[in-house]
């Protein structure tokens, strides 16, 4: 584990580089979340089901003839939603 060095001891020079490398840093963290959030690919498994990987940390898996039975019933879907909004809970 790196050790900081107390930034108010720093020399202006010095200071100013480490404070640009935070800065730099954080934009780039804030990019990688933001590509992870966007982020939604396919793949088929072994067995012939569809995995739909980026919704959280496991896919979720799904035969085609499931995915059509959801597809199908997605009006239904965001009825429920919007009738239970208060009680839901969002995660990006």
């Given at each position: 584990?790196?050790?900081?060095?107390?930034?108010?001891?720093?020399?202006?020079?010095?200071?100013?580089?480490?404070?640009a490398?935070?800065?730099?840093?954080?934009?780039?963290?804030?990019?990688?979340?933001?590509?992870q959030?966007?982020?939604?690919?396919?793949?088929?498994?072994?067995?012939g089901?569809?995995?739909?990987?980026?919704?959280?940390?496991?896919?979720?898996?799904?035969?085609?003839?499931q995915?059509?039975?959801?597809?199908?019933?997605?009006?239904?879907l965001?009825?429920?939603?919007?009738?239970?909004?208060?009680?839901?809970?969002?995660?990006?």
């Amino acid at each position: 584990m790196a050790v900081l060095q107390d930034v108010s001891k720093m020399n202006g020079k010095d200071r100013d580089g480490l404070l640009a490398q935070i800065e730099a840093l954080k934009a780039e963290n804030a990019k990688l979340k933001e590509a992870q959030v966007a982020k939604i690919s396919f793949k088929v498994s072994e067995k012939g089901a569809l995995s739909l990987y980026g919704m959280g940390r496991f896919p979720v898996t799904l035969y085609a003839s499931q995915w059509r039975r959801l597809i199908q019933v997605l009006p239904q879907l965001e009825k429920f939603m919007a009738e239970n909004a208060s009680k839901l809970a969002e995660k990006s």
